[in-house]
C-alpha cells in the first residue's frame, strides 16, 4: 500500500503563488509516477501535472503550462507542485495520485484546497 499526504494548499489572491506538496510513505516502489489532479465544484476532476522517477520526464495540462512546476525530490519521497500566477479559476481541491504508470493511479491523497480569489 501507499499512503500520500498532500499539503500546503491555501487563500491566495491572483496572481500569486503557493506550493503543494505529496508525502508518499508506504510501498514507494509503487510510486514511479505521480500525478497532480484538481477537482472545482460542479465539476470533473482534471489532471495538471506529472512526474515519471524512472525517466525524469514531466507532462502538463495546457491550462497550467509555463505556470505549474512539478518536482521531486526522491530522497524525501515527496513531490512538490510550485504554482504561480495563479488566477480564480484554479480554484479546487488538489490531489496527489500516485501508480507504476502513467496510465493507471490507484492510490490518492485526500486533497488540498485552494482558493484564488480576484
Known amino acids: 500500500q501507499v499512503q500520500l499526504v498532500e499539503s500546503g494548499g491555501g487563500l491566495v489572491q491572483a496572481g500569486g503563488s503557493l506550493r503543494l506538496s505529496c508525502a508518499a510513505s508506504g510501498r514507494t516502489s509503487s510510486t514511479n509516477t505521480i500525478g497532480w489532479f484538481r477537482q472545482a465544484p460542479g465539476k470533473e476532476r482534471e489532471f495538471v501535472a506529472r512526474?515519471?522517477?524512472?525517466?525524469?520526464?514531466?507532462y502538463y495540462a495546457d491550462s497550467v503550462k509555463g505556470r505549474f512546476t512539478i518536482s521531486r525530490d526522491n530522497a524525501k519521497n515527496t513531490v512538490y507542485l510550485q504554482m504561480n500566477s495563479l488566477k480564480p479559476e484554479d480554484t479546487a481541491v488538489y490531489y496527489c495520485?500516485?501508480?507504476?504508470?502513467?496510465?493507471?493511479?490507484?492510490?490518492w491523497g485526500h486533497g488540498t484546497q485552494v482558493t484564488v480569489s480576484s
Open positions: 495520485a500516485a501508480g507504476s504508470t502513467a496510465l493507471q493511479y490507484p492510490y
Open positions: 512526474t515519471i522517477r524512472s525517466s525524469g520526464t514531466t
